[in-house]
């Protein structure tokens, strides 16, 4: 019962350990021909300062990949940031609902009580992050990057995960 309910406390813990992130982009675009880009639309709605390391963390990314930020760019980068509340429940079970197989092969004698069960209910916020770019000649979408992941209360914490986030989306960015 112990090693459960250990493995229940750190299932969240684990499920969380990295943003689920997701890339797509258009094949047909060059991304070799694009070396400059613009803000359309910085994330807003959240705290500024994580807002802030949103773009600080794209600028850096897109400055790694040998881009240059400018007024009128090659591209266009709109970032938006979004919460969702979520419920999970976990039901643990107590005592034993069947009351035991007797020696001689039937059900146990004076044993057919049911066990306890106790539901606890865990509210959690997920935060999503999705950062599109546009070809600003064509108008058109050619890379879209989403991560998302449970939003912890601790600021540093906060911090790493879009750090995280921000650097697995643009791993294997086009060039």
């Not at 750190?10 to 992130?21: D, G, N, Q, S, Y």
């Not at 979004?82 to 197989?101: A, N």
């Not at 600003?136 to 912890?152: C, F, H, L, M, P």
Request: proline share 5%; net charge neutral.
């Amino acid at each position: 019962m112990k090693g459960i309910l250990l493995l229940a406390l750190l299932f969240p813990v684990m499920a969380t350990a990295a943003p689920k992130v997701t890339v797509d982009r258009d094949p047909a675009a060059d991304f070799s021909a694009y070396k400059t880009y613009y803000w359309a639309l910085k994330p807003q709605g959240g705290s500024p300062l994580v807002d802030e390391r949103i773009v600080d963390n794209i600028d850096a990314q897109l400055k790694a990949k040998g881009w240059t930020l400018a007024e009128q760019g090659d591209v266009a980068v709109a970032a938006h940031v979004s919460t969702s509340q979520k419920q999970s429940l976990d039901t643990f079970y107590t005592g034993t609902p069947l009351g035991g197989w007797g020696w001689r092969g039937g059900w146990g004698v004076g044993g057919m009580g049911m066990g306890t069960a106790t539901t606890s209910v865990h509210n959690y916020e997920v935060g999503t992050l999705i950062v599109d770019m546009f070809d600003s000649k064509q108008q058109k979408a050619i890379w879209r990057g989403t991560a998302t992941e449970t939003v912890s209360s601790s600021p540093a914490k906060v911090d790493k995960a879009v750090d995280q986030a921000v650097t697995k989306m643009f791993a294997k960015f086009p060039q």
